[in-house]
């Protein structure tokens, strides 16, 4: 194979489409292929990709000034595990041109964001890498391929002028005013004093809170057929009033507030027997009747779930929590949009499925509204655009991604950024009651003077 192949002979031009596969989904002998190789244990180890060692055998094999021309995924350029790839890659060239296709369709049934890149093998490097970017989801035809290649501008397309990557950096494809606003953000949200013995000696070990760290997090109750459960209306009796909750779906949220609440059917009854909830919750069990079949079907979490109940509270002790709460839909697609909706939601209010709930745990000293405004800033959009987990133009918001969120916490003991949290909770106060857009940019303002203390 190519990775085992003694080529002697160096080339001017090497183009490709390598194989992407992860180690634990390689065959036995592949592994074992690996394993032997001289580059391979250089440079890499069982948490890399095999095609990691495609990309830097054939940058081997190039002469001086020689050019490497790959179409692949794009996930590598910002992994943990592959920035002894990308050392090597600064220290032996530069990029010249980056194509990266987001959602576009290029190879059937591959749904991961793909680039084309073209690789110079050089001792001296350039400036500026140029960087075009397509967003949309159909496929390629010879008008858009040669709009692309000639900067034509076009819908759902983005020309950049990128500097040059460097050593131990993520590989970021966004200019350079975004990935210094980024490092501006990492930078106030830093751990103090992190002189340990663990990096004394590597800078790049330094960590930054999150918002792990300051709020308890989680996913919305599972119903299993929403509009099942939904009251709309309907005429109820006392005790099928006691047995509802008011539930937010993602629909239902904007930036900082909710547009609607729905009241649920929620019977907190174990052991009820079906002629006992058609007895004592008649409208209910009539309700219900239509839509039988369809929960039935519903996946049953290895119980025996009945048609009336939800099948999975999960959560549900956090939800119950006498407190303010943010909701953020579970996943936002961005392609039409600069912002996402981080809404805060009164107590007693509980989410589903496709909305995340978020809590300052008790020992977090920063207010609810200075996280809810902090999360709806934009330089927090900026840094989960390019570092959340997004697959396509989606962002995702579950627990784990969300608790990796950089997060500015307050120095309590210095009296500016005492102030400008208060001012900040304040300003966010004010605007859930009047929802006056002046107020959005002077939260932003606020946080502004808020970073710029750090720099």
């Known amino acids: 194979s190519f990775v085992s192949a003694k080529i002697d002979e160096k080339f001017d031009l090497i183009i490709g489409n390598p194989p992407y596969i992860r180690w634990k989904n390689l065959e036995y002998e592949l592994k074992q292929e690996l394993s032997n190789n001289p580059i391979w244990n250089k440079y890499f180890n069982s948490l890399c990709d095999y095609l990691y060692i495609f990309i830097l055998k054939s940058i081997e094999l190039l002469n001086d000034n020689g050019q490497l021309i790959f179409i692949c995924p794009e ?23 980056i194509y990266h296709f987001n959602e576009t369709p290029i190879f059937d049934k591959v749904t991961v964001s793909i680039i084309i890149f073209k690789f110079v093998k050089s001792k001296e490097t350039k400036d500026k890498i140029k960087v075009s970017k397509f967003y949309d989801n159909q496929k390629l035809s010879d008008e858009i391929l040669y709009n692309l290649k000639n900067k034509i501008p076009f819908n759902n397309a983005e020309f950049l002028i990128v500097s040059q990557f460097k050593l131990n950096e993520r590989w970021i494809l966004q200019s350079d005013d975004v990935r210094q606003e980024l490092q501006i953000l990492e930078t ?32 919305g109750l599972v119903s299993g057929l929403d509009k099942a459960f939904q009251v709309n209306g309907h005429a109820l009796t006392e005790n099928e009033l006691n047995a509802t909750i008011n539930v937010v779906k993602a629909k239902d949220l904007k930036p900082f507030v909710i547009d609607n609440i729905t009241k649920y059917i929620y019977i907190d009854e174990e052991g009820l027997e079906e002629e006992f909830f058609k007895e004592n919750y008649p409208n209910f069990y009539n309700h219900f009747q239509k839509h039988k079949s369809s929960l039935d079907k519903r996946y049953q979490y290895n119980r025996n779930i009945n048609y009336w109940e939800w099948v999975f509270l999960r959560n549900f002790n956090l939800f119950k929590k006498e407190e303010k709460r ?9 392609s039409n949009k600069d912002y ?22 008790h020992n977090t000293k920063e207010s609810i509204e200075y996280i809810l405004a902090y999360l709806n800033n934009p330089i927090v959009f900026d840094w989960l655009k390019c570092n959340g ?9 579950s627990e784990k991604p969300i608790s990796s969120i ?12 005492v102030e400008l949290h208060n001012l900040i909770s304040h300003q966010t106060k004010i605007y859930l009651k009047n929802q006056d857009k002046s107020l959005l940019y002077q939260i932003n303002q606020s946080f502004n003077k808020l970073f710029s203390i750090t720099q």
């Open 340 to 361: 996402f909706r981080f809404a805060l939601v009164d107590e007693g209010v509980f989410p589903t499925q496709d909305v995340t709930a978020i809590f300052k745990k």
């Open 406 to 417: 950089p997060f500015r916490v307050i120095d309590w003991s210095n009296e500016n950024e």
């Open 75 to 97: 996930y590598w350029m910002n992994t943990t595990h592959s920035i002894s790839l990308r050392n090597y890659m600064v220290q032996n060239g530069y990029f010249e041109e």
């Open 389 to 397: 987990i997004v697959k396509g133009n989606i962002v995702e918001f």
């Open 188 to 219: 106030n949200c830093l751990k103090k004093n992190q002189n340990t013995l663990f990096n004394l000696f590597d800078e790049d070990k330094q960590e930054f809170h999150t918002i792990g760290e300051f709020c308890d997090i989680g996913n």
């Open 326 to 334: 943010i909701f953020v839909p579970c996943k936002e697609r961005i």
